[in-house]
């Protein structure tokens, strides 16, 4: 079978579309999380006809490929606390199978605005507090970075299964306002816990069938790009602009979720 053949079904600006796009989306990933309010779009914009369920899974394997080469990037520069990320990452995987699960039975749109609030509410924090990541804020004793880590890996990861777009920009603020991390290292965590999330909910996917594998490698091969380019911006730059691109997705995501509530609906 010519898996070269599929791109024939659609145009050249398609292409290109999911070319530009997944960069992009891995671009922003890599930084502060929040690349599927792009790449998801441009795959429910390009493939109006297929199936949700197939977008999802299409999208989740572009997204953990990038995933990765980012969290490789920020593994040479962060040191880790093991133990934590290990906790944090076991109930954000399990946590994501369930939402992955829960697809065909929850109403997506009874969530969205409490989301909405939520997000409001972050963006005003975070705009308010200047000082927000720029330096480690808390000094948690290890029991309670146990406790609270292990809270937000279940809750931002049954999203991540559930929804997505943003999951990465969630747990980057769970990290810094709850667990007082600086900006950098919170993006550095919630990488390799967003690939296990990732391939949690691909478990379910895969399983079901519901991926298109050649818009896949392609859109992954472009999500690396943007991942290696936005990690390495990231570190250089440090956490004042990694706080900017935090603020503009948060403030994306309020507008996406305000459009589906009162607009689309």
Do not use: W
């Not at 409001?120 to 029991?143: R, W």
């Not at 594998?213 to 990231?234: D, P």
């Amino acid at each position: 079978m010519n898996h070269l053949a599929i791109f024939s079904e659609y145009s050249i600006l398609t292409i290109l579309a999911f070319i530009v796009l997944s960069f992009i989306a891995g671009f922003i990933d890599a930084v502060v999380g929040g690349g599927g309010l792009i790449q998801l779009p441009a795959l429910l914009i390009n493939l109006p006809n297929t199936s949700l369920p197939t977008l999802f899974g299409t999208n989740k394997i572009a997204a953990l490929s990038g995933t990765t080469v980012a969290a490789y990037n920020y593994s040479k520069r962060i040191k880790f606390d093991f133990k934590l990320l290990f906790i944090v990452s076991f109930f954000a995987f399990v946590a994501s199978y369930l939402g992955a699960k829960a697809v065909s039975i929850i109403n997506v749109n009874t969530l969205k605005p409490i989301i909405l609030v939520i997000l409001a509410l972050i963006a005003i924090y975070t705009f308010i507090k200047k000082d927000l990541g720029s330096v480690q804020t808390k000094t948690l004793t290890p029991k309670k970075q146990m406790l609270f880590g292990s809270l937000i890996g279940f809750i931002v990861g049954f999203y991540d299964g559930f929804m997505g777009p943003g999951t990465g920009s969630f747990f980057v603020l769970g990290f810094v306002v709850i667990l007082g991390f600086e900006f950098i290292a919170a993006s550095a965590y919630s990488k390799i816990i967003n690939c296990m999330t990732n391939i949690s909910a691909l478990i379910v996917f895969i399983k079901q069938g519901n991926y298109l594998l050649e818009i896949a490698i392609l859109m992954s091969v472009c999500n690396i790009f943007g991942n290696v380019i936005g990690s390495r911006l990231a570190l250089k730059k440090g956490n004042g602009f990694v706080r900017i691109i935090f603020l503009v997705i948060v403030s994306i995501m309020i507008i996406r979720y305000a459009y589906d509530i009162f607009v689309s609906n």
